[in-house]
């Protein structure tokens, strides 16, 4: 059985290894997590994100990159809501797309890509997974404090 510190932090050789990582990470997740998802951009967030959908009953085709629409959600169960924040310019926008009753919902698993625009709004508890490019496909995937 895993357990989020026996599979962080690790490096995954290509794209199908960090969609397995985010598949043995959703087993983990509880209703009311929130993964905060950090790296730069290409870093792998949304493939990690995808894993997890995946990992929770998403069929693969089904799980596209929020960038356009900002929150993506899943009837899973738990229920999951995939967010980017990416195209957040001020923080009144984050008030008006619900972030902060999305972050309480204890009943949802919540992934943040660019949590950075609304810091200070995250629960101290977030589980904070960091993605770097590592050269190539490498990338290295590991848990903040
Ligand atoms: N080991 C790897 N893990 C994940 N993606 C990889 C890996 N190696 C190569 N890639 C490629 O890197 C890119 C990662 O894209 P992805 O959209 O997941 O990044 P992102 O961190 O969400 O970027 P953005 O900040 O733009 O949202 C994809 O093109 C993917 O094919
Ligand atoms: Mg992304």
Known sequence: MDTLDSL???????????LDLGE???VLLQPGDVVA???????????LAKGIARGLGVAPDEVTS?????????????????????????DDELDGIGLDEMLADPEAITLIEWPE??????????IR???????GDQRRIGRLP
Do not use: M, N, W
């Open 24 to 26: 043995r990470l959703a």
């Open 37 to 47: 998802l950090t790296g730069d951009l290409g870093a792998g967030k949304t493939h």
């Open 129 to 135: 997974v960091h993605l770097s490019h590592e050269g």
């Open 66 to 90: 929020p960038t356009f629409t900002l929150v993506q959600e899943y009837a899973t169960d738990p229920p999951l809501r995939h967010l980017d924040l990416y195209r957040i310019e001020r």
């Open 8 to 18: 962080f932090p690790t490096t995954t050789a290509c794209e199908a290894d960090t």
């Open 117 to 126: 625009r609304a810091a200070g709004r995250l629960p101290p508890e977030a």
